[in-house]
T-cell receptor
């Protein structure tokens, strides 16, 4: 079946550091890929998405590129802020469907 | 404001006492679903609904029921809760495969 694997956390960084969270997936066909963010005490918010190979999703300084050859969708941000402290989830939806398959989540803590 | 609402936000209950968590969306979305979030497991789908009166099981449906009598509402029912259903629950609605999540319901079953 479909699956998403992302690096375990927690990831602890200093402000202005570079952030990378690795995400790889297993799915047949051409899924759409997503990153969701969950701030403390809140629900999930869509951070960015990509719907086909080589697409780059970007939002709030975060970027991720859909790499079909490596089945990956790594999340990056060049300079993190304390307000980026959250749990980040990588997810996919298959081409014909609505069900999200999530990775286990990566907690990121940014210290001043 | 477009949103998904859930109630209650927090609930502590005892084993076997039936409970319902409500979910409502104001975006006229046809697709709605329920997820549970557990540490290290991410979110797993419990049930989903493609439209009114159309529901189906997700990955972890055991011990849960749902109904979809109106387009905007999708309640989650635990007929006889057990401690292994202690979790954080999220409702979501979707259009064009972009899902909007509610704020979550933290349930503790003792």
């Amino acid at each position: 079946g479909d699956s998403v694997t992302q690096m375990e956390g927690p990831v602890t960084l200093s402000e202005e550091a570079f952030l990378t969270i690795n995400c790889t997936y297993t799915a047949t066909g051409y899924p759409s890929l997503f990153w969701y963010v969950q701030y403390p005490g809140e629900g999930l918010q869509l951070l960015l998405k990509a719907t086909k190979a080589d697409d780059k999703g970007s939002n709030k300084g975060f970027e991720a590129t859909y790499r079909k050859e490596t089945t990956s969708f790594h999340l990056e941000k060049g300079s993190v802020q304390v307000s980026d402290s959250a749990v980040y989830f990588c997810a996919l939806i298959k081409a014909a469907g609505n069900k999200l398959t999530f990775g286990g989540g990566t907690r990121v803590l940014v210290k001043p | 404001e477009a949103q998904v609402t859930q109630n209650p936000r927090y609930l502590i209950t005892v084993t076997g006492k039936k409970l319902t968590v409500t979910c409502s969306q104001n975006m006229n979305h046809e697709y709605m679903s329920w997820y549970r979030q557990d540490p290290g497991l991410g979110l797993r789908q419990i049930y989903y609904s493609m439209n009114v009166e159309v529901t189906d099981k997700g990955d972890v449906p055991e011990g849960y029921k749902v109904s979809r009598k109106e387009k905007r509402n999708f309640p989650l029912i635990l007929e006889s809760p057990s401690p292994n259903q202690t979790s954080l629950y999220f409702c979501a609605s979707s259009r064009n495969r972009e899902q909007y999540f509610g704020p979550g319901t933290r349930l503790t079953v003792t």
